[in-house]
T-cell receptor, first 113, second 113 residues
């Protein structure tokens, strides 16, 4: 059974640019959530998608957005990149039930220069 | 005050020792998760708990809902257990939503041979 796939694994971008990250969940999982991990703030929830609808959003500016496609694959986009956006971005998939746990991807490490 | 508090922040143990990591939370939850993160970033979900106790190999997780407290125990610790252990709680979702995940700051465990 394939795991959660995140692409790309590493990314270097310049301030002001935008970036799109991709997450392919485990087959059959309908919920995809995104997280940002930095040394200072630790892990923080960005947003959660279920059946192509955003169900929850964390406390991040509007520059951070996402979407989910009909095959449950999800993308997140960060516009007008800032140095502080440098982080490990993780996605996790789950069946979408209250008893289902999370399976995390390996993450995308974004460096903004 | 953080909604999820973990202790200790750092822990060094000798191989074979019994290890306990504690987690306290202050919000209403639908479940509590114990996660393991190795250098390089990948996160593995160890346990998802809503009550009682779970055991997997040398790992045991317990939760006391009334006291809003959970513990992760590692018996007969081994150098390969060296990792960061993160406690996270799921807030209450609806429909297919998993709700938010709120994370503790993590406990860095180093097991010496």
């Amino acid at each position: 059974k394939a795991g959660v796939t995140q692409t790309p694994r590493y990314l270097i971008k310049t301030r002001g640019q935008q970036v799109t990250l991709s997450c392919s969940p485990i087959s059959g999982h309908r919920s995809v959530s995104w997280y940002q991990q930095t040394p200072g703030q630790g892990l923080q929830f960005l947003f959660e998608y279920f059946s192509e609808t955003q169900r929850n959003k964390g406390n991040f500016p509007g520059r951070f957005s996402g979407r989910q496609f009909s095959n449950s694959r999800s993308e997140m986009n960060v516009s007008t990149l800032e140095l502080g956006d440098s982080a490990l971005y993780l996605c996790a998939s789950s069946p979408g039930t209250q008893t289902g746990g999370y399976t995390f991807g390996s993450g995308t490490r974004l460096t903004v220069v | 005050k953080n909604e999820v508090e973990q202790s200790p922040q750092n822990l060094t143990a000798q191989e074979g020792e019994f290890i306990t990591i504690n987690c306290s939370y202050s919000v209403g939850i639908s479940a509590l998760h114990w996660l393991q993160q190795h250098p390089g970033g990948g996160i593995v979900s160890l346990f998802m708990l809503s009550s009682g106790k779970k055991k997997h190999g040398r790992l045991i997780a317990t939760i006391n809902i009334q006291e809003k407290h959970s513990s992760l125990h590692i018996t007969a610790s081994h150098p390969r257990d060296s990792a960061v252990y993160i406690c996270a709680v799921s807030t209450r979702g609806y429909g297919g939503s998993q709700g938010n995940l709120i994370f503790g700051k993590g406990t860095k465990l180093s097991v010496k041979p």
